[in-house]
């Protein structure tokens, strides 16, 4: 019941809609400290105009009872419910013990209202507790409240803990000493992660998001980060990322934000460098399904080894096989295209067979991969040999080089390009210059999930373009619907 109370409460929340002006994320940032590892911002302004408020309550396929339309009218009116619907919903996710701590946190203008109207949608009696400053469902303890303000918060064990020996603890709901402590934190004081979460929760977005990334590595890591040498690298690492509900299509942006130690070696390794096209003019792109293509340094990839002090390890592991772990990298270009081509219909037209019990056996296709890394030349004989000699390459996959590429595929005809040097024609191939990454996708796995579903709509293509900006990496994906009259989420939820 508890998680039930906590999930229609977080839910509702979520779903309701404003009309106000924007939040300066001042507020949040009282409650922020060293150990947030993430915050999330939802922003209602924009959502009330995209959300099918309409279509919802009119919906009648059976979607929803006609109890659920009551508590559906609450949400999408969001007024009558006693929340300050002229602020952002706010999500914060904080290092608790050995495990992280979940809270929502909202502002309310009247709190009969609020106790009224979440107790007739929970199903529980929500109660004000005023001298207590705590928010109950009957009798469990679900949330905190100090002036206009409340929070609902919730413990949830590492899912981690089992790697080290220990066993997970059970998710609760806070305590009251946790809500006592959190109203007298002592907020973030760290200029530089104060702008990045001021530039990640985007006034513009639907929906900011800030990932402390430094504190994710730590805290998974139990604190094994800090005995590296790469650790001073890591400090202070962030990640910023926003996504936005358009006329048929979904955008998300993302960007790191690094200490000047670490971009200043993003710098180094990938100053000037790109994406090059060529890799694939021997690859049939016209018949995959989803492709990559990019830059990745490799010396960039060696100095992170030797800083986390597995340079040793590495090379202990390869000696066996005649080879160090510098003369792989150095081997490498850093240019690198990943493919999947649609699938081969070949057994799906086969004739039915049996097993020997007599029941069917279905048809199967084996996935059609390949992975194609940029070399240099004589450098990369050491890895060809490697590559070729695998066992389990051997048996699933196919080997090509030259002194340009090293290819790996699971479907030997998709090698003949390369093995007769013709080029492919790629009308399909979208080339976006001096970009560090590019990937696309016909989204046709995601397709196959819609259509399982009541909703009538398919996803047209998947992008993805990533860059080095200032020291820092940059990403943009695009997902585009085959209809755009109306906002995403009016095709997504199954309305026309």
């Known amino acids: 019941m508890k998680k039930i109370v906590y999930g229609f409460l977080l839910f509702s929340a979520a779903l309701m809609v404003s009309c106000g002006k924007d939040d300066n994320n001042e507020e949040i940032l009282k409650y922020t400290t060293d150990k947030t590892l993430a915050i999330v911002k939802v922003n209602l302004q924009q959502l009330d105009k995209k959300l099918p408020k309409d279509e919802m309550l009119k919906d009648q396929s059976g979607h929803f009872?006609?109890?659920?339309?009551?508590?559906?009218?609450?949400f999408l009116n969001a007024d009558k419910n006693g929340l300050d619907i002229e602020k952002p919903l706010y999500l914060l996710t904080d290092q608790e013990k050995d495990g992280f701590a979940f809270s929502f946190f909202g502002w309310l203008t009247d709190k009969s209202k609020f106790e009224a109207n979440f107790s007739r949608i929970s199903g529980t009696k929500i109660h004000i507790d005023e001298t207590k400053k705590l928010i109950y469902s009957d009798s469990n303890l679900i949330g905190s409240i100090n002036d206009d303000m409340i929070v609902l918060s919730r413990n949830v064990g590492n899912p981690m803990a089992g790697m080290y020996g220990g066993a997970r603890p059970a998710d609760s709901n806070a305590s009251d000493k946790f809500y006592a402590e959190l109203w007298k934190r002592k907020p973030i004081e760290n200029k530089n992660t104060l702008e990045q979460i001021k530039s990640s929760l985007d006034s513009d977005a639907d929906v900011s998001s800030w990932i402390n990334l430094y504190g994710m590595v730590n805290t998974f890591s139990k604190g094994y980060i800090e005995t590296l040498a790469i650790n001073k690298l890591l400090i202070g690492a962030g990640f910023g990322v926003n996504m936005n509900f358009g006329e048929g299509k979904i955008e998300f942006k993302g960007s790191?934000?690094?200490?000047?130690d670490l971009k200043k070696l993003v710098e180094k390794y990938?100053?000037?460098?790109?994406?090059d096209y060529d890799i694939v003019k021997n690859i049939d792109i016209d018949k995959?399904?989803?492709y990559s293509l990019g830059y990745m340094s490799p010396d960039f990839f060696r100095y992170f080894v030797k800083e986390a002090g597995f340079e040793s390890m590495a090379n202990n592991f390869l000696a066996s096989r005649n080879v160090t772990l510098e003369e792989i990298?150095?081997?490498l270009s850093g240019q690198y295209a990943f493919a999947q081509f649609r699938d081969d219909n070949t057994a799906a037209q086969a004739a039915p067979q049996v097993d020997e019990y007599g029941y069917p056996i279905l048809p199967y296709s084996q996935p059609r991969?390949?992975?194609?890394l940029g070399i240099n030349g004589d450098k990369a004989q050491k890895l060809i040999n490697l590559v070729s000699a695998e066992p389990m390459l051997a048996q699933a996959a196919k080997v090509y080089s030259?002194?340009?590429l090293l290819v790996v595929a699971s479907n030997e005809n998709d090698l003949a390009l390369l093995k007769t040097n013709k080029t492919a024609t790629n009308s399909t191939l979208k080339k976006q210059s001096g970009v560090t990454g590019?990937?696309?996708?016909?989204?046709?796995?995601?397709?196959?999930?819609?259509?399982?579903?009541?909703?009538?709509?398919k996803v047209v293509s998947m992008e993805s373009v990533s860059n080095v900006k200032d020291g820092n990496f940059t990403s943009d994906i695009t997902i585009t619907l085959d209809k755009s009259k109306k906002n995403v989420l009016h095709y997504l939820m199954g309305y026309e």
């Not at 790191?256 to 000047?260: A, L, P």
């Open 402 to 404: 030259n002194k340009e």
């Open 438 to 457: 590019y990937s696309w996708s016909d989204s046709s796995d995601v397709n196959n999930l819609l259509e399982n579903g009541s909703r009538k709509v």
């Open 65 to 74: 009872s006609e109890k659920d339309k009551e508590k559906l009218e609450l």
């Open 270 to 275: 990938y100053k000037g460098k790109t994406a």
């Open 329 to 331: 990298t150095s081997a």
């Open 288 to 290: 995959t399904k989803n």
């Open 256 to 260: 790191t934000f690094f200490n000047d």
């Open 369 to 372: 991969m390949l992975l194609a």
